[in-house]
């Protein structure tokens, strides 16, 4: 595992391209010292959860610090 200084902290699912683009735009708003390099984004649960994965064996071992969920996705 890397002790990846480029890992993002925050994970966004969203069926929605717009609503993933604006949630980015939102979050490089705020200090990228705090929350890193904006956001990983996935289209549904079972990539939200194969990215999970590939983060945790993969990247840098550490799970992110939030992940935000459409809870209304086909």
Do not use: H, R
Request: glycine share 6%; proline share 3%.
């Amino acid at each position: 595992m890397n002790d990846c200084k480029n890992c993002k902290k925050i994970l966004v699912l969203d069926d929605d391209y717009f609503n993933k683009v604006a949630f980015n735009m939102l979050l490089q708003c705020i200090d990228n010292k705090v929350l890193g390099n904006s956001c990983d984004e996935g289209s549904d649960g079972i990539e939200g959860l194969n990215i999970m994965e590939w983060k945790m064996t993969k990247c840098c071992g550490k799970p992110y610090k939030f992940v935000f969920v459409d809870y209304n996705m086909p």
